[in-house]
């Protein structure tokens, strides 16, 4: 089954401890993206990677981390998480051609809280 | 100001009515996407469209690039179409990556039986 997966989809933990989100994906897409969601703020971009190791920033990269090493794998680093991290994250993937763009596939989503 | 703007933030509906949600977007984009997320939290795609319009069952989406906006139409609405829709734009302005979304804040639905 084509598919986005996400882990852990809940974790709770403390200010400053690292913490990884994983994001894998086995449609064979170049286009890999990060989301944060937020009442009233609604989703807002990370960090994309439009293929293996191209990273950019999205709208609101500080304090995360990203790396793209190979084609399936797109993980979320928190180095030092703060309650401001608190959130609804997504990962999502997409085919990439050039410049013409893919519907996105959505994993199901990973609820933080940092304390 | 947002650089994606939804309207009606919530929208209340009989069911069997035809709904419209409007986006409209002021930077220049390479492509619009269409996205609903259901009451459970999961996020699909409905449509992604740079032109024209595209229909998919009671789903109709249309994208008017020099007005720079894009609507997105529920006929015979159900129940099961309650949901938050959300506009979203792959920007492909100022050498700005098509990789890069910016999001609307969403439009809640409900579809009263």
């Known amino acids: 089954e084509a598919q986005v997966t996400q882990n852990p989809r809940y974790l709770i933990t403390v200010t400053g401890k690292k913490l990884t989100v994983t994001c894998s994906q086995n449609?064979?897409?170049?286009?890999m993206s990060w989301y944060r969601q937020d009442p009233g703020l609604g989703l807002r971009q990370i960090y994309y990677?439009?293929?293996?190791?191209?990273?950019d920033k999205g709208d609101v990269p500080e304090g995360y981390k990203v790396s793209r090493k190979e084609k399936r794998n797109f993980p979320l680093i928190l180095e030092s998480p703060s309650p401001n991290q608190t959130s609804l994250y997504f990962c999502?993937?997409?085919?990439?051609?050039?410049?013409?763009?893919?519907?996105?596939?959505f994993g199901p989503g990973t609820r933080l809280t940092v304390t | 100001k947002n650089e994606v703007e939804q309207s009606p933030q919530n929208l209340t509906a009989q069911e069997g009515e035809f709904i419209t949600i409007n986006c409209s977007y002021s930077?220049?984009?390479?492509?619009l996407h269409w996205l609903q997320q259901h009451p459970g939290g999961g996020i699909v795609s409905l449509f992604m469209?740079?032109?024209g319009k595209k229909k998919h069952g009671r789903l109709i989406a249309t994208i008017n690039i020099q007005e720079k906006h894009s609507s997105l139409h529920i006929t015979a609405s159900h129940p099961r179409d309650s949901a938050v829709y959300i506009c979203?734009?792959?920007?492909?302005?100022?050498?700005?990556?098509?990789?890069?979304?910016?999001f609307g804040k969403g439009t809640k639905l409900s579809v009263k039986p």
């Open positions: 999502a993937s997409s085919l990439s051609r050039g410049d013409v763009s893919y519907e996105q596939y």
């Open positions: 930077v220049g984009i390479s492509a």
């Open positions: 979203a734009v792959s920007r492909g302005d100022y050498g700005g990556s098509q990789g890069n979304l910016i």
């Open positions: 469209l740079s032109s």
């Open positions: 990677s439009m293929n293996v190791e191209v990273t």
């Open positions: 449609m064979n897409h170049e286009y």
